[in-house]
């Protein structure tokens, strides 16, 4: 077991969590560096957090070039992705975390996943909500055998799919056990929230067969069905997992439910605390501490690998492409020498009435659908 010398990029919301994350596994991670182009916020972060003698960067290629650091960890906007990953490989580092979705297209998402590769760098996207306790929960409930034999799969989010359906299909692969899919189908329809910083169709409903058979379902944006009361607003999600003797189902709002051979039979339902308090629930910092076991020994492959993250994102764009083309999408997807998705659904995608809603505003998602 080894120290390893990290520098963070983006002190934002999420980088003060991977900040955090890292700060409490001090046996594995050292910060030697933090970079944010918003200086005065860069040194409030470095004193709350209690580094205040850490170097500050205001660029990231001068931070990566001076303090050399083994793991770099970057938590910005979608359109700040490849560019920095190329910096990190040419200054040799040896693992990057990085925030979801991976890329803004899929052709940056392979570029990303070869240079990862190439350079043999451990890479992960921060698909975290796998370590609520009502996801580890669930899973635990498929693997007891609680629920038989998956038969079934579906997934609703009423955030547009690189909100949250990034996450979501990591998750399915995962409580899968990790088969990959083999091929998928597709509607989208909605353009506003293209424009998005996070682009995305108002809606996409897609399905896929995975390698064990098992047949999942998708549906990401303002039409998905919403479980809870208006105040858990439009990040509203859930992950229904059925078996042949029973279902779990696991929300990141906290929400669980099971109907299973160890309920008799009976719906169970109950609230872990959600996602939302992030802040307070430390799911970064096992996290974290999987990365370091992943970079100490080849063989504890972290859960959310970019091997993973790059398959998770090549069903989510087999299903935008089978919606435009009107075709079946067979994976993997090798021939990327097409018109990058986002930029044709911009184009080709008609008004239709659908709605933005913003989940970072908290706004009601029933409300909305009014
Ligand atoms: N995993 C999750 O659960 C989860 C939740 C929310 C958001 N996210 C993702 O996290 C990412 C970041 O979101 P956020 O809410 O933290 O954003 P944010 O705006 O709060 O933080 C981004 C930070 O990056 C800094 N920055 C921007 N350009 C920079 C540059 N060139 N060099 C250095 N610093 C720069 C900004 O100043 C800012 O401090 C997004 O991709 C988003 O989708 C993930």
Redesign the pocket.
């Known amino acids: 077991m080894s120290i390893h010398t990290v520098a963070l ?7 003060k969590i991977h900040l955090h994350g890292l700060l409490e596994n001090p046996e594995h991670f050292r910060i030697v560096g933090l ?4 200086e005065l ?1 860069m040194r409030a972060v470095a004193e709350e957090y209690g580094i205040p003698n850490v170097p500050l960067f205001t660029d ?1 290629q001068t931070m990566l070039k001076t303090v050399r650091p083994e793991i770099f960890v970057f ?4 359109d ?1 992705r490849l560019n920095v990953i190329q910096a990190a490989a040419k200054y040799g580092v040896k693992g990057i975390s990085f ?3 991976m890329a803004r297209s899929l052709q940056e998402a392979k570029q990303i996943l070869d240079l990862c590769h190439e350079h043999h760098i451990k890479a992960v996207v ?1 698909h ?2 796998k370590y609520l306790s009502q996801m580890q929960n669930m899973k635990r409930r498929i693997e007891q055998g609680e629920i038989g034999n998956i038969t079934k799969i579906h997934v609703e989010t009423q955030a547009w799919f690189t909100q949250l359906g990034t996450h979501y299909v990591d998750y399915i692969l995962w409580a899968n056990g990790g088969y990959r899919a083999k091929w998928v189908c597709g509607h989208v329809h909605g353009p506003i929230c293209l424009e998005d910083s ?1 682009p995305a169709p108002d809606y996409l409903l897609g399905t896929m067969e995975l390698e064990n058979g098992v047949h999942a379902y998708v549906e990401c944006g303002y039409l998905a069905e919403a479980h809870n009361p208006p105040e858990y607003g439009s990040s509203d999600n859930r992950l229904t997992v059925y078996g042949t003797d029973g279902y779990v189902y696991a929300e990141t709002d906290g929400f669980w439910g099971a109907c299973t051979k160890a309920t008799g039979g009976r719906l169970v339902k109950g609230k872990d605390p959600g ?1 939302r308090n992030h802040q307070q629930i430390p799911i970064q910092t096992p996290y974290y501490t999987d990365f370091a076991a992943w970079l100490d020994d080849d063989s504890k492959v972290h859960s959310c690998n970019v091997d993973m993250a790059y398959h998770g994102f090549e069903i989510l764009e087999g299903m935008c492409l089978s919606a435009l083309d009107n075709v079946r999408v067979d994976l993997p997807i090798t021939d990327l020498n097409y018109e990058p998705v986002v930029e044709r659904m911009k184009r080709e995608l008609p008004p239709c009435g659908s709605r933005k809603m913003d989940i970072y505003l908290g706004k009601g998602a029933h409300k909305e659908r009014d």
């Open positions: 990029m983006g002190l934002g919301v999420r980088g970079c944010d182009v918003d916020k990231f938590a910005t906007y979608p700040l925030e979801k979705p921060c975290q909500q996070h996602w």
